[in-house]
């Protein structure tokens, strides 16, 4: 982004001189427009209230600093540190990131709209609230922060959210995450609407209430421990809780020839319904009860479960149907359809399908 000219005259001088620039900020605000900031060290500038627009940043450090309400608009920012610093209100409209870092910083509430983020850290966050709105961002390292996310119309790709510290959440409304890792993470909660989600982990994590809705999925849950699961109206293209510990489950009117894996899932409730051509593999899940009614099931694994209670109540097989060795202490089976592709072998269980 071309920027018309140098800093000039006041701000010239007070941007060599951070302590000098803190001073006049507290005076004024701090305005900045049409102006290129380059190879400047303002470390532990304190800018109460600042405004920047058309402005290029290039090769500067602002590391330890502190700005209260800042606005950024229409600008680049290359090259540039912002180490342990603090923000307060900030808006980054329009703004493009190239190779910054936000390492150890706090944002207070952060919206960052209309931008383009590329090889930029924002990582070691202590507790911060961030918004990505219209946003693209990939190779974006957001690993071990204390975080409230939300990314809204924005498409986040190749990046990593590893180790999100207790109290993080994350909110995804009409977005595109591609091969995003957030494992060994704590969150309160993980929601997700109207977005397509692929090649995305969020394993061996802590969360207290996952909610996905209309989104097509391409994620793993396994090895997660979790209170609440609410996942409805998705095109499922992979959806896996392997392993995992679930205390409730629902899965609501999903479809798609994709997977759905719970595979050695440990549960209290589980609960899937109207669902149509669904893969789905419960193989050596265990738990209090498992309700399956009306749906269409292309695959069906439940080998080797083991259940308080088993409820499958209209539901059609088509394909391997496999309920060998499963057993339930109460089943109750009844409107079943076997499909003219459906092979279905139930060796060893004490369940009757028919």
């Given at each position: ?150 990314i809204k119309n924005s498409n986040i790709s190749d990046s990593n959210f590893v180790g999100l510290k207790q ?119 265990s738990g209090k009860e498992i309700a399956v009614t009306n749906c269409t099931l292309n695959e069906a694994i ?53």
């Amino acid at each position: 982004m071309e920027t018309s000219r140098p800093l000039s005259g006041k701000w010239l001088d007070l941007f060599k001189n951070p302590g000098k620039l803190s001073q006049q900020a507290l005076k004024e605000t701090v305005e900045i427009f049409n102006s290129a900031i380059k190879d400047y060290d303002i470390n532990g500038v304190v800018l109460p209230i600042a405004r920047f627009e058309k402005t290029r940043w290039e090769n500067v450090t602002a590391e330890q600093a502190n700005f209260g309400d800042l606005t950024i608009k229409d600008s680049a920012i290359i090259n540039t540190s912002f180490f342990e610093s603090k923000f307060g209100k900030v808006i980054f409209e329009n703004v493009i990131f190239e190779d910054v870092s936000f390492v150890a910083a706090t944002f207070g509430d952060a919206k960052f709209i209309n931008c383009t983020i590329s090889a930029t850290e924002i990582r070691n966050l202590d507790p911060s609230k961030i918004e990505f709105v219209n946003t693209e961002a990939a190779g974006m390292p957001l690993f071990q922060s204390s975080i409230e996310l939300i990314i809204k119309n924005s498409n986040i790709s190749d990046s990593n959210f590893v180790g999100l510290k207790q109290g993080s959440s994350i909110l995804i409304e009409n977005s595109f995450l591609n091969d995003v890792d957030i494992d060994m993470s704590y969150l309160t909660t993980f929601t997700v609407t109207d977005s397509k989600i692929k090649k995305t982990k969020v394993q061996d994590t802590h969360i207290g209430k996952v909610i996905i809705a209309n989104s097509t999925l391409g994620i793993s849950f396994a090895r997660s421990v979790i209170d609440e699961v609410h996942v409805s109206e998705t095109q499922n293209e992979f959806l896996g809780f392997v392993d995992a510990s679930i205390n409730s489950a629902s899965i609501s009117f999903c479809k798609g020839r994709g997977d759905v894996n719970l595979s050695g899932l440990k549960f209290n409730s589980l609960n899937v319904r109207n669902c149509n051509d669904l893969v789905l593999s419960v193989w050596q899940a265990s738990g209090k009860e498992i309700a399956v009614t009306n749906c269409t099931l292309n695959e069906a694994i439940f080998y080797k479960i083991v259940v308080g209670r088993l409820l499958i109540d209209n539901v059609e097989f088509n394909g391997e149907t496999d309920f060998d060795n499963a057993q339930a202490k109460q089943s109750e089976v009844r409107n079943i359809k076997k499909g003219p592709s459906a092979t279905i072998t139930a060796e060893g269980s004490n369940i009757r399908l028919y």
